[in-house]
Nanobody, 123 residues
Framework: QVQLVESGGGLVQAGDSLRLSCAASGRTFSTMGWFRQAPGKDREFVAGIRWNVGQAYYVDSVKGRFTISRDNADKILYLQMNSLQPEDTAVYYC??????????????????WGQGTQVTISS
């Protein structure tokens, strides 16, 4: 089992920054990712990272603004979000995958999910 607990969401203005955290516990995992779900929309991939090697991937809409990183020792996943825009408003979820080289851009690639944290950007 893996437990994931997100934190760091909130209400900010356009152009501001937020940092999300996801504390993980339990079994070792291969990949972690951030997804988001806006009202009335499907959950979408935002960023993912191969835990051991630190290789990161992003959806095009956040490249250059968001940075995914991890603290190996404390098993914490981060998402630094800069230059936030109203279209970034969503519930953000962290997720963990157990299989080596899981397809990190797909929801089906992940085995465990956090409860989500709300991010709201006002214009």
């Amino acid at each position: 089992q893996v437990q994931l607990v997100e934190s760091g969401g909130g209400l900010v203005q356009a152009g501001d920054s937020l940092r999300l955290s996801c504390a993980a516990s339990g079994r070792t995992f291969s990949t972690m990712g951030w997804f988001r779900q806006a009202p009335g929309k499907d959950r979408e991939f935002v960023a993912g990272i191969r835990w051991n090697v630190g290789q990161a991937y992003y959806v095009d809409s956040v490249k250059g603004r968001f940075t995914i990183s991890r603290d190996n020792a404390d098993k914490i996943l981060y998402l630094q979000m800069n230059s936030l825009q109203p279209e970034d408003t969503a519930v953000y979820y962290c997720a963990a995958a157990m299989r080596p080289w899981a397809p990190l851009g797909r929801l089906s690639g992940y085995d465990y999910w956090g409860q989500g944290t709300q991010v709201t950007i006002s214009s």
